[in-house]
């Protein structure tokens, strides 16, 4: 519990926050893995290189120091976070090393401005955040036990493999030992891990694309090509791509994450929206609300993609039309290929706009959006334009969580 004079100390450094916060996250993760590089592995390089994790943390401390007298504001940055954890099995030894090296990274980048006040109040703000979450993660982790029957990672089988479009391939997986799955929550993603040549055990959390129910768990992997900037392709999923064959052994984490199906709404119109390969988890709720719902009820999917090359699961998808008619599809190209039409295989051209929004939604709907930050962005607050309530809009983007890792 921290005392009064630790939340004004807390509160009084929101404006160094604001203004170095990016500073102190940066020399924190060099720091952390100079002194402590077994913790290096829970880390994304590719998130570390574009310094979208520095950033991530950076406002997740900015925030917790704004919010540090009423943490339940938090709730649900605390359950993107710990599900994450949970994902890559974070475990209660780990909050130490995180603790000392903030605090270390504190008194370095501050310097004489970092006075014992200063560094006492962020000791307690840690271990009280600290302690919100390793509870937490506990409870997560007996769920995952009594729900999927293991936590940590189990051995699976790559039963096949089967591409998706030029840079989308599905991989389903099965226990290596032979045990039923139970279904995961639309939405859910799981945790690969998998050695790879010349950088060791890899973790990744990949969205489970199938039916919740199904006998195996089915992830599609984008291959990530290298960015503009120089820095290498996607470190795993290219080793996905390349190497991962049939018979192969990798090890998987349990399903976990928030960004789930609201299974009691089961009336209600649902929308959902996707992005290139943010369609995995749209297509997993897809399935199950086709199966679960009155026959009635309003499903629109509305799929961006660039252009025919990048267009995943045209078949699956259009198969699920033909299968029920209340389920309305509209897919646009934002950058079609000289012999993309409208009409063939796609629906029209150009970013997903108000206009089409006008024309394929109705009033009362829950809305799923997933795909890349600018087009979440974008379709967000087209969303907010209409009125639609925010409660009725639920969003993931593929990024790294303002946690310990990702």
């Not at 404006?15 to 994304?44: C, I």
């Not at 090393?97 to 270390?104: M, P, Q, S």
């Not at 060791?200 to 129910?213: E, I, K, Q, T």
Request: net charge negative; hydrophobic share 40%.
């Amino acid at each position: 519990m921290l005392t009064a004079d630790q939340l004004a100390v807390i509160k009084a450094t929101v404006p160094v926050l604001q203004e170095h916060g990016e500073t102190l996250t940066r020399h924190f993760y060099q720091r952390m893995f100079e002194h402590n590089p077994e913790v290096r592995p829970y880390f994304n390089p590719a998130h570390q290189r574009s310094g979208s994790q520095q950033r991530a943390l950076a406002g997740a401390i900015c925030a917790y120091a704004q919010h540090v007298d009423n943490p339940a504001a938090l709730t649900d940055a605390v359950e993107l976070i710990a599900q994450k954890h949970v994902s890559l099995g974070i475990r209660p030894e780990h909050y130490p090393i995180v603790g000392e090296n903030l605090l270390a990274s504190i008194k370095e980048v501050l310097g004489d401005a970092a006075t014992d006040d200063i560094i006492d109040a962020w000791a307690a703000a840690y271990g009280a955040l600290a302690d919100i979450f390793i509870g937490r993660e506990a409870d997560i982790y007996q769920e995952q036990e009594q729900r999927f029957g293991w936590q940590g990672f189990k051995p699976f089988v790559v039963a096949r493999r089967e591409p998706e479009s030029d840079n989308i391939t599905s991989f389903y997986l099965r226990p290596a030992d032979g045990a039923a799955l139970h279904p995961h929550k639309p939405g859910q993603y799981i945790t690969l891990r998998v050695d790879v040549p010349g950088a060791g055990p890899v973790m990744r959390n990949y969205s489970l694309s199938n039916a919740p129910g199904d006998e195996y768990y089915r992830i599609s992997v984008k291959r990530e090509a290298a960015p503009v900037d120089g820095a290498p392709d996607g470190v795993c999923s290219n080793h996905l791509h390349a190497n991962l064959k049939e018979g192969d052994r990798v090890e998987l984490a349990p399903p976990a994450g928030e960004f789930v199906l609201d299974t009691r709404e089961q009336e209600a119109p649902m929308v959902l929206i996707a992005g290139g390969v943010g369609i995995t988890p749209l297509l997993s709720m897809l399935h199950h609300g086709l199966a679960e719902s009155p026959a009635d009820r309003s499903i629109t999917l509305i799929q961006g993609a660039l252009n025919s090359r990048v267009h995943p699961f045209r078949e699956e998808v259009q198969a699920l039309a033909a299968a029920h008619p209340s389920l309305q599809v509209h897919v646009r190209y934002s950058d079609p290929l000289a012999g993309d039409e409208p009409g063939r295989g796609y629906h029209s051209n150009g970013l997903i706009d108000e206009a089409l929004l006008d024309a394929l939604t109705v009033d009362g709907a829950h809305y799923y959006l997933c795909g890349p930050e600018p087009m979440l962005r974008h379709v967000h607050a087209l969303l907010s334009r209409r009125g639609v309530p925010m409660e009725r809009v639920h969003y993931e983007f593929f990024g790294p969580a303002a946690a310990l890792a990702a």
